[in-house]
């Protein structure tokens, strides 16, 4: 799983240009340590750090991150070589889970960061990608 991970937070980092798609990025990476925390087998898109007057930009930046990964943009950062069909296939599946994700389905919209309590977002000098207060997924992915 963290597989997942981290070839999604190397395409996502790639892809964001703004501070909100950088937030997407980093959540996207501290989801490594989530899921070990939590024995999860994935995690679940409502639990994204969507906004109401973002949704559909961000939408729109995490499809493009997805496709970007599934064309294995950036997996030689990995120190080995991922099952791709396997990786690609759920790429896929959440591409369309994405596609599908309505506002109404989101758990997180109400705590948003309204208030001034902007994270500040790190970078991995190894591995290039944003990283979040557990650190970088990809240093953790061995
Ligand atoms: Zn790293």
Excluded at 18 to 24: G, L
Excluded at 102 to 116: K, M, N, Q, V, W
Excluded at 126 to 133: A, G, L, N, R, V
Aim: proline content about 4%; glycine content about 6%.
């Amino acid at each position: 799983m963290s597989v997942f991970v981290s070839v999604l937070s190397i395409a996502s980092s790639l892809a964001a240009e703004t501070r909100r798609h950088k937030e997407f990025a980093a959540w996207i990476a501290s989801q490594d340590q989530a899921i070990l925390g939590h024995g999860f087998a994935g995690f679940d898109i409502a639990d994204m750090p969507w906004k109401a007057e973002t949704i559909a930009a961000d939408e729109d930046f995490m499809l493009s991150a997805v496709r970007l990964a599934m064309t294995k943009t950036g997996w030689e950062r990995l120190d080995y070589t991922p099952p791709d069909e396997l990786i690609i296939r759920r790429l896929d599946h959440f591409c369309l889970m994405l596609q599908e994700f309505r506002l109404e389905h989101t758990r997180a919209i109400e705590e948003g960061s309204i208030g001034g309590n902007d994270p500040v977002i790190a970078t991995c000098p190894i591995h290039e990608i944003y990283t979040s207060q557990y650190g970088c997924p990809i240093c953790h992915d061995h």
